[in-house]
């Protein structure tokens, strides 16, 4: 009987210390896992193909008509043949877009601000953005009249990240200490990021309006800045493998730069195919990045895409 | 005759009256075409050097002469199906057409622009053609492109059209069911080009491209915009320039081409889509997209089709596109086979 327990008691003690180990191993690879994690914190990536596949049909409309960008074009006077381009192309694919002027102007609805100062203006845009649309939008995308974005590839971007997490998305720059997102490129930040930016506008000493002590930062900066204080910082947006999804310049420019730093591989090498802004263009440029985009494509290729967006009503370039 | 790289061909405008099919001097020296005579035939023994020689024909029967070129007819670049844009999509349509609507490009270049145009043309949508040839006035074997024994300059432009039609028809007739000829600035989506292709048949007699309506009562298509003739045109064209039916008669080649097909009663075609949309263009994307410019009237009064600006200007299967530079060469490849909106529903959406 003893002789029996005691088998028992070793078995139970060997089955345990074996639980035990691959317990540990286990977590030695959770562990792994989540420095890769950490790691993907501040190179943030697009879902991949498996992560969407797995979604069920209902829940891929779902998610198509859950996913809802509200567009913020800051623009002056001085821009209005970018305005006017903008307004008339990708602009429609937001959800929601205002654009936010520096004046008042006739030809154009827009709400004003009434400051020419960029720094300011940004800080007035959110504020505003915030106050009214806090309850009905959970991603706000902020874009100068140079850029042109394609929201469908920002909301297939967004598609599993969770927006009551504080992100702050874009083409990131380094400049000395501080990484910030480069405002040519297009900047998102998620309902919390923005919760966060409008608290700390009224705190005069870590995000005045006069930024700066010597000379003034520019408003980009100052966005990443006033974010650090509330614990939120800047990612990098890149595809699955490895390329920028914003870009602060043309198609052009970097095909050019393409074509002198890798010439046999210069369309692969260029620029990601699920881009989602381009920055530096003229007006007319952009009605052919919306021709480009939108409706040029060779015949005969069909997708099997986890998201469903229709061309939006009353247009007719896209 | 078995060596064909030793062979080189020499030619001129036809004598008066077309050609007799006696025996002819050659006569002239390399680089000056413009005056050497016809000659024709298998070589004499030895293989031909270069300058004179003699040949010995048929009188009566030019059908009989054969053609010979500098570059061996095996030396061209072979095309592959466009690569799969990425594992998510299902290619399988494009890839029936790519085997059942096989199209043979050439591209116009010259010496001076193989690197500077050719060049970007065949690393980007020349892939996508079954077949493609450079013909040019001089071989380059490490391009490759073919040496048309023509010389360069806009008056050559309509010589160098019918050289290179006819290089191949003698050589690749039976590789392919259509004939496309592009420039060297000509950026062509030749996908779009199948479809608009597919329910034809290559035995009629037909060409399409950038239609314009002067001086040709059924039109013409413009010769930088790109066009394409059927197997049935391209062995009617060959024909009439053999037998003199057709000669040189001008220096503008895709208004004399023009002329040469209407005679033939090779139908110009409508190129527009099931919308009534433009597919060739003779100029770049951004010119057609935006509104019209004071410089802008005579375009209307060439096209055969009434003009339409900004977004009706284009079909979104356009197939071509003009006086694209290098570096928009690339870019419009980008745009067209990689850069692509994720889950849009494209609003043409037409039946194969």
Known sequence: ?318 | MGHPTTWRCLWNIPPHGGFHGTSQHMEGSIGHPTTWRCLWDIPPLGGCHGTSHHMEGAMGHPTTWRCLWAIPPSRVVHGHPSAPLSPAVNSSLAQALYERVRVLCWVMTSPSTLDTRARHVRATWARHCNMVLFMSSAPEPSFPAVGLPVGEGRHQLYWKTIRAFQYVHEHHLDEADWFLKADDDTFMVVANLRWLLAGRSPEVPLYLGKRFKPFVRQGYMSGGAGYVLSRGALRLLAAAFATGTCTHSSAVEDLALGQCLEKLGVAAGDSRDTQGRETFHPFPPERHLAQPLPHDRFYPQYSYYPVQWAAACCSDLSVSFHYVDAVQMHALEFLTHRLRPYGYRHRYRPHP
């Not at chain 1, 180990?21 to 994690?37: F, P, W, Y």
């Not at chain 1, 953005?129 to 991603?139: C, L, P």
């Not at chain 1, 204080?229 to 390329?243: C, I, L, Q, R, W």
């Open chain 1, 1 to 318: 009987m003893i002789s029996e327990s005691s088998s028992f008691v070793k078995g139970v003690v060997l089955g345990g210390a074996f639980c035990m180990l691959v317990t540990l191993l286990g977590h030695m690879k959770v562990g792994h896992g989540s420095k890769a994690q950490r790691h993907e914190h501040h190179h943030i990536q697009a879902p991949n193909k498996e992560d969407v596949l797995s979604l069920s049909e209902g829940e891929r409309m779902e998610l198509s008509k859950s996913m809802r960008i509200y567009c913020i074009i800051l623009v002056k006077p001085k821009d209005l043949g970018h305005w006017a381009a903008v307004r008339e192309t990708w602009s429609k694919h937001c959800d929601k877009v205002e654009f936010y002027s520096s004046e008042n102007v006739k030809v154009f609805d827009s709400v004003a601000l009434n400051t020419n100062d960029m720094w300011v203006m940004m800080r007035k845009a959110y504020k505003i953005t915030y106050e009214r649309y806090k309850d009905e939008f959970s991603w706000f995308f902020l874009a100068y009249p140079t850029t042109f974005a394609i929201i469908e590839n920002l909301k297939y971007f967004l598609l599993k990240k969770d927006p009551s997490q504080p992100f702050y998305i874009g083409h990131t720059v380094k400049s000395g200490d501080l990484e910030y997102v480069d405002g040519e490129g297009g900047i998102v930040l998620s309902i919390e990021s923005l919760r966060r930016f409008s608290r700390i506008l009224e705190d005069s000493d870590k995000c005045p309006e006069q930024g700066g002590m010597i000379w003034k930062l520019a408003e980009d900066k100052q966005l990443a800045i006033c974010l650090k204080y509330t614990g939120v910082f800047a990612e990098n947006a890149e595809d699955s493998e490895g390329k920028d999804v914003f870009n602060t310049k043309t198609v052009s420019a970097l095909i050019k730069e393409a074509m002198s730093t890798h010439p046999q591989q210069v369309v692969d090498g260029c620029c990601s195919d699920m881009a989602i802004t381009f920055s530096g263009l003229a007006p007319n440029h952009m009605h052919v990045m919306m021709y480009g985009v939108y409706r040029l494509r060779p015949y005969g290729h069909t997708y099997n895409d986890a998201l469903v967006f229709l061309p939006p009503p009353g247009s007719d370039n896209d």
